[in-house]
């Protein structure tokens, strides 16, 4: 099998990058270990998606089936279901599903398989290993899909945006949500969702606070916790035991790297890219929650749609590099997408989280010699937000560092 573009993921940002790819005119097939397309959206049935993409606000479901609809009717996009792919070969990628295993050969390919939840194994939570302890996407999967209720008091370990918004889920069917716990004097989820979620449910959110130890045989019984120190260290005085029945897991997510051989980034966990989010491997591109973790489903989408251009371009053998600068994260920015310039002839979006909460400052964008060539203000900003900085074509003729003003 043969085609210019080969798209590796079904969700949000597989789909998006698709759809582009075959509007210019690229054979395009999209590669999905489900048996659906749409990812972690069909369980994601509160609102809030597609105001940035399609101009109106729609719940998970409804915003991957505009998407489907889209991707079905497109020509030029083969769809392959309970298909999983077992190597890649550069461009091309090994798969098997019920017709066999067998290569599919394309001339570009994207990464977009997206991340999976860390769990308790990879948090090294401590104390006994019952049943009740789960990540929040299984609880919400058992909640929207299964219509099954996980627990009835219940714990939530980190303040990720899924965590949060199983506080006000599972408090809506009838759980006593009775706190959620960050280790980080920050949250990291977004401002919106503390206080619609947790706000006005009266759910208390405890800062800089763990989980110490796990009680109970073969359910949860309760925890012991208390808060930690900067360097995440116990601070034994403060230990307290807090009965449940259920321990939500959200702290945070994992790219699905295992079959890539690329250099990884320390930070994100996952590949560096260019401007055009091409990896170190020519002709692989990657986007959404592969490369890095997003706040909205809308900038996974939108970000694809570049993926799925420049393959096309790169398909086509139209895609040249003009340049070589490298983009660094300076003071107070924790990493920045893309990691190089390759060609500075168009406008350039950087994509960058920081590290600790700022307000009333500014986010420079200097050069090697230390010049200003792109600033933005911002009156607040949280590391669970992502931020982006445009810089104009033309501007950038060297090595840059993004750092927030004044640190």
Same mark, same amino acid.
Request: include cysteine.
């Given at each position: ?11 949000? !940002? /597989? ?5 582009? &790819? =075959?509007?210019? /005119? ?9 048996? %659906?397309?749409? $990812? ?9 998606? $597609? ?12 915003? !991957? ?35 066999? =295993? ?28 019952? &049943? ?17 209720? @996980? ?8 303040? /990720? ?17 009775? !706190?959620?716990?960050?280790?980080? @004097? ?17 759910? @208390? ?27 995440? *260290? ?8 807090? +009965? ?30 260019? *401007? ?8 692989? %591109?990657?986007?959404? *929650? %592969? ?30 590099? +003009? ?10 920015? &924790? ?62 003729? &060297? ?9």
């Amino acid at each position: 099998m043969k085609f210019d573009v080969i798209v590796i993921g079904g969700g949000p !940002a /597989g789909m998006s990058a698709a759809l582009e &790819s =075959a509007r210019n /005119g690229s054979k395009t097939v999209i590669i999905e270990r489900n048996s %659906f397309l749409g $990812g972690i959206l069909k369980q994601c049935i509160h609102n809030g998606f $597609g105001l940035h993409y399609f101009k109106e606000e729609l719940t998970g479901p409804e915003f !991957a089936k505009r998407f489907i609809d889209l991707v079905e009717k497109e020509k030029n996009i083969t769809i392959m279901t309970n298909t999983f792919v077992t190597k890649i070969n550069g461009t091309n990628v090994e798969v098997s599903n019920d017709k066999g =295993a067998f290569e599919i050969n394309g001339k570009a390919l994207v990464l977009a398989m997206g991340c999976r939840e860390r769990t308790a194994g990879n948090i090294l939570l401590t104390g006994s290993r019952p &049943s009740g302890i789960m990540t929040a996407g299984e609880a919400q999967r058992l909640v929207n899909i299964h219509g099954k209720l @996980p627990g009835k008091e219940v714990v939530i370990l980190g303040s /990720g945006d899924i965590g949060l918004i199983m506080a006000r889920r599972l408090t809506l069917q009838g759980a006593k949500v009775k !706190a959620v716990m960050e280790i980080n @004097p920050t949250t990291s989820g977004l401002r919106r969702n503390i206080v619609q979620c947790l706000d006005d449910f009266n759910i @208390p959110l405890l800062m800089q606070t763990s989980i110490f130890d796990v009680v109970g045989s073969s359910r949860v019984e309760g925890i012991y916790y208390g808060q930690v120190d900067d360097k995440y *260290n116990r601070i034994d005085s403060s230990k307290k035991f807090m +009965s449940c029945d259920l321990i939500v897991l959200s702290v945070g997510l994992v790219p699905e790297t295992d079959l890539v051989d690329l250099p990884l980034s320390k930070v994100t966990k996952s590949v560096f890219v260019d *401007n055009n989010l091409q990896t170190a491997e020519s002709g692989v %591109f990657a986007c959404g *929650n %592969f490369l890095h973790v997003h706040d909205l489903v809308d900038n996974v989408a939108l970000e694809s749609k570049l993926a799925g251009i420049k393959a096309s371009e790169y398909a086509k053998g139209k895609l040249k590099k +003009s340049c070589e600068y490298r983009v660094e994260a300076g003071k107070g920015i &924790s990493y920045v997408v893309p990691s190089s310039i390759t060609n500075n002839l168009c406008e350039i979006e950087i994509r960058f989280r920081i590290r600790q909460k700022v307000t009333k400052t500014n986010f420079v964008l200097l050069d090697n010699l230390g010049n200003v060539i792109a600033k933005k203000y911002v009156l607040a900003s949280l590391p669970g937000e992502m931020q982006t900085i445009t810089v104009k074509a033309g501007v950038i003729k &060297s090595d840059v560092t993004l750092a927030v003003e004044g640190l």
